[in-house]
C-alpha cells in the first residue's frame, strides 16, 4: 500500500504542475491579445500628388551670334550678369579692321589711334533683358558669323518629365513643389505653366515635358540641374481625416474598427466612405463625424514586465549570503 505521506506529496506535486501550466497558459493567451489604441478622427490639409523628375532649363534661351566676324577686343559682362535689352555685350573688329590697324599699329602710336577713331568697332548688343548663362569668347579671340558669343535666359524655369499614364491628371495652374539634387535642404514653390503637346519616348515610356514656373529664382539655380517636383493634382483643407493603418478593406469596402459595447471586449466593423490619401491620412468622406471613436492596432511591442517572479524551470545562481 501507497503510504499516507507518499499519497499527500503526490497530489502536493500534481497541484504544483497544474498551477504552472494554469500561469504559463494565460501568460500567452494575454500576450497573443491583439491591443488597440482609441483615436478620433482630425481636421486637416491633405492631397494627392505626382511626383517626378525634371531639369532647370531657361524659359528662352537665346543665342547670340555676331553679325560680322573678326576679332574680339572687349568683353563688358560677366556670367550670371543681368543685362537689359540694347545693352553692350563686347565690342568686336571685324576682320577688315583688325587687319588695319594690326597695320597701323607697326606704323607707330599715331596712326593706330588715328585709325582706331575712323574705323570704329562693331558692337555686340542684348536682344533682351535676361541673364547671361554662357559666355563663349574672351578677348583676342578670333570668331566667324556662325559662332556663338553669348546665351541669354529670360528666367530660369523647371522642365517636368511626365509618364503619358499621369499626364492626364495633370493641368495649367496647379501647384507644385521643387527641389533640387544638389541641394535637397531648398524647397521652391512654383505653378505649371504649360504642357507640351508633342511626347518623346524614354526607356520605352511616353514622356511629356510640363514647364513649372518657380515662385523665385534662388541663387543656386544653374540651368541643367536636376530637379525633383511634386504637382499637387487635388488639395482639400479642413477634411476629416485617419491615420493610413485605421481603415481595412473587408468585401471590397472600406470599414473601421470600433467598440460595440461599453466594455469594449466586442468589437464590430463600420463602413465609410473615403477620399483622398497619402503616405500618413486618408480623409473620410462619410460614416464617421469628429467625434467618433476608432480603434487602431497598436504596432508598439513592449516586453512584459518582470514584478520579481522568476521562471521556477530556470536554473538559478547562488546567491551569495550577506
Do not use: C
Not at 459595447?261 to 463625424?289: M, P
Amino acid at each position: 500500500m501507497i503510504s499516507r505521506s507518499k499519497l499527500v506529496w503526490g497530489i502536493v506535486g500534481m497541484l504544483l504542475v497544474l498551477g504552472f501550466a494554469s500561469f504559463f497558459v494565460f501568460r500567452g493567451n494575454r500576450a497573443s491579445e491583439k491591443l488597440f489604441v482609441e483615436i478620433r478622427p482630425s481636421r486637416g490639409t491633405i492631397s494627392s500628388s505626382v511626383s517626378t523628375t525634371g531639369a532647370v532649363e531657361p524659359q528662352n534661351r537665346v543665342k547670340i551670334q555676331s553679325s560680322v566676324g573678326g576679332r574680339i577686343e572687349e568683353i563688358l559682362v560677366e556670367e550670371g550678369q543681368i543685362v537689359k535689352k540694347g545693352e553692350v555685350l563686347a565690342m568686336l573688329s571685324s576682320t577688315e579692321r583688325a587687319a588695319l590697324l594690326d597695320a597701323a599699329k607697326l606704323q607707330g602710336k599715331s596712326e593706330q589711334e588715328y585709325w582706331q577713331k575712323v574705323y570704329k568697332e562693331t558692337a555686340v548688343m542684348a536682344p533682351m533683358e535676361g541673364q547671361v548663362i554662357v559666355r563663349s569668347v574672351d578677348p583676342g579671340q578670333t570668331v566667324t558669323a556662325s559662332d556663338s558669343l553669348f546665351v541669354l535666359s529670360d528666367r530660369l524655369i523647371v522642365k517636368a518629365y511626365v509618364d503619358e499614364t499621369d499626364i492626364g491628371r495633370i493641368k495649367a495652374g496647379q501647384k507644385a513643389v521643387i527641389g533640387l539634387d544638389a541641394y535637397p535642404e531648398i524647397r521652391v514653390n512654383g505653378v505649371v505653366g504649360h504642357i507640351y503637346y508633342e511626347s518623346h519616348l524614354q526607356n520605352n515610356v511616353n514622356i511629356y515635358n510640363v514647364d513649372v514656373i518657380p515662385e523665385r529664382i534662388p541663387d543656386v539655380f544653374r540651368s541643367g540641374m536636376s530637379a525633383n517636383i511634386r504637382i499637387i493634382v487635388q488639395e482639400k483643407n479642413d477634411t476629416l481625416l485617419l491615420p493610413v493603418g485605421a481603415v481595412q478593406s473587408k468585401n471590397g469596402k472600406s470599414v473601421v474598427l470600433q467598440k460595440s459595447d461599453e466594455t469594449g471586449s466586442a468589437h464590430r466593423y463600420r463602413s465609410v466612405q473615403t477620399g483622398l490619401q497619402d503616405d500618413r491620412n486618408i480623409e473620410i468622406v462619410d460614416g464617421l463625424t469628429d467625434n467618433s471613436v476608432v480603434l487602431l492596432p497598436d504596432t508598439t511591442f513592449v516586453l512584459p514586465k518582470n514584478n520579481g517572479g522568476a521562471n521556477p524551470f530556470t536554473p538559478q545562481r547562488n546567491k551569495k549570503k550577506q
